[in-house]
């Protein structure tokens, strides 16, 4: 078994049993917890699709934990690219805190998910927060697009049904 899919499997084991992941790299962490959102995310024209897209933006230790642990994988026998460019074919791009794009811009059917407070008011849908030394998500109800989340991760998340003011 080679080192980078025992690494994978170490993080995604880790992720689901609650254990502290403090001896991985946030990167790791976040990377694994992009795949992860994907299997609860389901497409308005998801029949149409030849393949599941993720686009990595500002951060290059996701892209590539992201391209390792995604090497020859499928998500609902779709086949999964990694990119590091953003593209209107994006099915998800995941935006690091340092990145600037306008989410408004992208496809309806595009999920995007971020870091930082700003995510939500550039029309990102899932914000990954750090609490307590632990990643968690947020979802933004309000920029759901032509896709919907499975019950199942909005049990886990946090979830914020419109925007406050």
Same mark, same amino acid.
């Given at each position: 078994?080679?080192? &980078?899919?025992?690494?994978?499997?170490?993080?995604?084991?880790?992720? #689901?049993?609650?254990?502290?992941? %403090? =001896?991985?790299?946030? $990167?790791?962490?976040?990377?694994?917890?992009?795949?992860?959102?994907?299997?609860?995310?389901?497409?308005d &024209?998801?029949?149409?699709?030849?393949?599941?897209?993720?686009?990595? #933006?500002?951060?290059?230790?996701? %892209? =590539?934990?992201?391209? $390792?642990?995604?090497?020859?994988?499928?998500?609902?026998?779709?086949?999964?690219?990694?990119?590091?460019?953003?593209?209107?074919?994006?099915?998800?791009?995941?935006?690091?805190?340092?990145?600037?794009?306008?989410?408004k811009?992208?496809?309806?059917?595009?999920?995007?998910i971020?870091?930082?407070?700003?995510?939500?008011?550039?029309?990102?849908?899932?914000?990954?927060?750090?609490?307590e030394?632990?990643?968690?998500?947020?979802?933004?109800?309000?920029?759901?697009?032509?896709?919907?989340?499975?019950?199942?991760?909005?049990?886990?998340?946090?979830?914020?049904?419109?925007?406050k003011?």
């Open positions: 078994m080679n080192s &980078n899919f025992r690494r994978a499997i170490t993080l995604i084991l880790l992720l #689901l049993s609650g254990f502290a992941y %403090a =001896a991985y790299d946030l $990167s790791d962490v976040k990377a694994v917890y992009v795949f992860r959102i994907v299997n609860f995310i389901h497409w &024209n998801e029949s149409e699709m030849s393949e599941v897209e993720f686009c990595v #933006l500002g951060n290059r230790e996701v %892209a =590539a934990t992201l391209k $390792s642990i995604t090497q020859s994988k499928t998500i609902r026998q779709l086949p999964v690219l990694v990119s590091t460019q953003y593209r209107t074919e994006c099915d998800i791009v995941y935006v690091d805190s340092n990145a600037v794009i306008d989410f811009l992208s496809a309806p059917q595009t999920v995007m971020g870091d930082g407070e700003n995510i939500r008011h550039l029309g990102g849908t899932i914000e990954l927060i750090t609490m030394g632990k990643v968690k998500p947020k979802i933004y109800l309000e920029n759901v697009g032509e896709f919907s989340i499975s019950a199942s991760l909005l049990r886990i998340a946090i979830v914020e049904e419109e925007h003011t």
